[in-house]
């Protein structure tokens, strides 16, 4: 062995080690690696997402989306409490459920609001007015959005944003706010008149009494 090949395979000792030690990390960092997450379609909902709802006259807020139905048959069932609460002010968390478009003859409402397109408006059979609440079913998910009407009998409705993935429609309920309420017929051929609440009547009545005392004091002075 000459001169030159016994340097060159001096070398080639001296590069193996760290060769394999360099493979060996790699090997290493492969195997610490994490494996990608799965990829994941399913659209994140926001009730905010119905433009149309969100920006129509009298609009407030929206709570959602929630998991279940809002089949309206009791308070438990629906779970509703909690998400109607959440838009706390004037609303109480005092509510509730007046009727469904898919009640007998379409309930409250003048027929039951289901497109194809996902667009249509709410037609009510009779004015609303005051606070309440339209609950937008899809699937198995619903949200929530609070009105504060006059006299008015139409509202926009679009259910995007209502559940993940814009699954069809089901229904929409209707829900009014105790104190803030229209009368049994509102909704159903009625004029829309809000029941006052009770700190109404007490300011009607000190009013009244002011008016019988400002009223015997000028027959006294006369």
Request: with cysteine.
């Given at each position: 062995?000459?001169?030159?090949?016994?340097?060159?395979?001096?070398?080639?000792?001296?590069?193996?080690?760290?060769?394999?030690?360099?493979?060996?990390?790699?090997?290493?960092?492969?195997?610490?690696?994490?494996?990608?997450?799965?990829?994941?379609?399913?659209?994140?909902?926001?009730?905010?997402?119905?433009?149309?709802?969100?920006?129509?006259?009298?609009?407030?807020?929206?709570?959602?989306?929630?998991?279940?139905?809002?089949?309206?048959?009791?308070?438990?069932?629906?779970?509703?409490?909690?998400?109607?609460?959440?838009?706390?002010?004037?609303?109480?968390?005092?509510?509730?459920?007046?009727?469904?478009?898919?009640?007998?003859?379409?309930?409250?409402?003048?027929?039951?609001p289901y497109t194809a397109s996902g667009n249509d408006f709410i037609d009510f059979e009779g004015q609303l007015t005051g606070l309440?609440?339209?609950?937008?079913?899809?699937?198995?998910?619903?949200?929530?959005?609070?009105y504060n009407w006059t006299n008015q009998t139409k509202a926009a409705l679009n259910w995007q944003g209502t559940a993940p993935g814009?699954?069809?429609?089901?229904?929409?309920?209707?829900?009014?706010?105790?104190?803030?309420?229209?009368?049994?017929?509102?909704?159903?051929?009625?004029?829309?008149?809000?029941?006052?609440?009770?700190?109404?009547?007490?300011?009607?009545?000190?009013?009244?009494?002011?008016?019988?005392?400002?009223?015997?004091?000028?027959?006294?002075?006369?």
């Open positions: 062995m000459n001169f030159k090949s016994a340097a060159l395979l001096a070398a080639m000792l001296l590069v193996s080690p760290s060769v394999a030690m360099a493979d060996k990390d790699k090997d290493k960092e492969k195997d610490n690696k994490q494996p990608p997450a799965p990829s994941n379609n399913t659209q994140t909902a926001s009730c905010a997402d119905a433009t149309q709802m969100v920006s129509f006259t009298g609009y407030l807020g929206c709570q959602g989306p929630f998991s279940g139905n809002i089949n309206g048959n009791n308070t438990g069932e629906v779970g509703a409490t909690g998400a109607l609460n959440g838009f706390g002010g004037s609303w109480l968390g005092n509510w509730q459920l007046v009727g469904k478009s898919d009640d007998g003859n379409d309930g409250w409402f003048n027929s039951d309440f609440v339209i609950g937008v079913k899809q699937a198995n998910f619903h949200s929530f959005y609070l814009n699954p069809g429609y089901s229904h929409v309920n209707l829900y009014t706010a105790t104190g803030e309420q229209c009368v049994r017929d509102c909704g159903g051929g009625g004029t829309g008149t809000v029941v006052p609440e009770p700190s109404t009547y007490a300011l009607m009545g000190a009013g009244l009494l002011g008016l019988g005392f400002v009223s015997r004091r000028r027959k006294r002075v006369s």
